[in-house]
């Protein structure tokens, strides 16, 4: 699926909170198609990292373009959000919504599509998920699963360059992880740029392209799954992997 | 003219900068340090002092707007403060401006956390209201008081003008009420019951 077409690209990307520097100089570049998982300890920046991309978070240094585009110097910020999908660690459902409105209000309010549209196009990709039959519930009606599953047809259905996810499973319990992981295997099997912040090492090691290794604020080693799992280079990459190992055993 | 002073004041409170806020922070502590009645006073009495007059209908008005609007901007301050911070920043990435966000996510559910206690607000201005005997103005109270001066039945008059209060309240508190129901975000607040 990889083509050569460059979407994502990050260069010696700096943002400190205070005096405290949680990314000190990040760079990396994503193909079309590419899936990449981003590891490492708490609190090294990942979830930064993913915040600056699309300027939730305005990095101090460093710049961004989203193919090219500088989103760095871009002046219409939701212009370019639209173009980057999000999702995130607690869902960040709209909670007075149904699935299928919470779909549909960025189509509707950003990309200005009319109703009969944007309610096609969002039982399509809630269909692409799996909540054809939970279209009407709201958030509070959902599981955990279900409602990242929402999330994520949120996402899609913005039909952006590329999705960042944040910890998707994070908040979830342990049986509700797999319905999550396999509609993300789904969507990068079909394409999708996907920059992804977890945990899960089976997805890591089965789904993505490529793993970065952050830690404190750096990326210290970047390769392909097989290379990081089988021969990672840096000692505190194998520290952790080690650790994880440790922790989830195999 | 509370809720439309109130409004603007805690849209101030929570997306003004600090000068804006501490301004606000201080028009509410005093208006909500003063009883109402000395406010009252303030208005029609000691105003046209300073050259400024009032008729006892538009002080009273006056008097009880101002001080409810102190009220009611908290109601909404803490309303808006309440709606999770990750709703607007879901809004933000999806392209939304901060005005789309606030109208179209922020606002809608903030509006149903500030409900019950707006009708309660409501329902207090309403009752002060009698307050305005005092400057004169003829509302419920003096009126009652207009009979009792020709057939004299305190009792009866006072007891009735009570149920009329009673009556418009529960009037409002009710069709308010209706409106939180019918408002109300299915499985958004199921109420545990705690034995």
Redesign the interface.
């Known amino acids: 699926m990889n083509t050569d077409r460059v979407v994502l690209r990050v260069e010696d990307l700096k943002k400190s909170f205070g005096d405290k520097e949680v990314l000190k100089g990040v760079s990396f570049t994503m193909k079309q198609g590419e899936t990449k998982v981003v590891i490492g300890p708490s609190g090294t920046g990942k979830s930064t990292l993913l915040a600056c991309i699309?300027m939730?978070v305005v990095p101090n240094d460093g710049k961004i373009w989203l193919e090219d585009e500088e989103v760095t110097l871009a002046k219409n910020l939701?212009?370019?959000?639209?173009e980057?999908g999000?999702v995130?660690q607690?869902f960040?459902?709209?909670?007075?919504l149904t699935a299928l409105k919470n779909v549909m209000?960025?189509l509707i309010?950003?990309k200005k599509m009319d109703k009969d549209a944007a309610r096609k196009l969002a039982m399509q990709e809630l269909e692409r998920v799996g909540l054809q039959n939970e279209t009407k519930?709201?958030?509070?009606?959902l599981s955990g699963g279900q409602k990242q599953r929402v999330g994520i047809a949120?996402a899609l259905a913005?039909q952006p360059k590329i999705i960042l996810f944040d910890e998707p499973t994070s908040a979830l319990d342990p049986e509700l992880i797999g319905e999550v992981l396999s509609v993300m295997k789904n969507l990068a099997l079909s394409g999708m740029t996907m920059l992804v912040v977890t945990h899960e090492m089976g997805f890591a090691r089965t789904v993505s392209d490529e793993i970065i290794f952050m830690e404190n604020g750096y990326i210290v080693e970047q390769s392909s799954p097989e290379e990081m799992f089988k021969n990672p280079k840096n000692p505190r990459t194998k520290e952790f992997l080690f650790k994880l190992n440790e922790l989830y055993g195999e | 003219m509370g809720l439309v002073l109130a409004l603007p004041i805690s849209f101030g409170q929570v997306y003004g900068n600090r000068f804006l806020k501490a301004l606000i922070a201080g028009y509410e502590k005093v208006l909500r340090s003063i009883p109402e009645l000395v406010i009252l006073f303030l208005i029609f009495y000691g105003f046209p002092r300073v050259g400024i007059r009032f008729s006892p209908f538009a002080a009273v008005v006056i008097g009880l707007g101002f001080r409810s609007s102190a009220y009611q901007s908290q109601i909404f301050r803490g309303a808006i403060n309440s709606v999770s911070k990750s709703q607007m920043r879901a809004a933000r990435s999806l392209g939304m401006s901060n005005l789309d966000g606030f109208l179209h996510v922020v606002m809608p559910q903030a509006i149903r956390i500030a409900l019950p206690p707006w009708t309660n607000e409501f329902t207090i201005v309403l009752k002060d209201s009698s307050l305005a005997y005092a400057l004169g103005v003829t509302e419920l109270l003096r009126q009652g008081g207009y009979i009792i001066a020709t057939k004299y039945e305190p009792m009866l008059i006072y007891l009735t003008v009570a149920a009329f209060y009673f009556i418009v309240t529960i009037t409002i508190n009710k069709s308010l009420g209706g409106l939180e129901k019918k408002l109300a975000i299915p499985g958004f607040d199921v109420k545990e019951t705690v034995r």
């Open positions: 699309n939730l939701n212009k370019i959000r639209q980057i999000f995130f607690d960040g459902l709209f909670s007075h209000l960025g309010k950003v519930l709201y958030p509070a009606q949120r913005m």
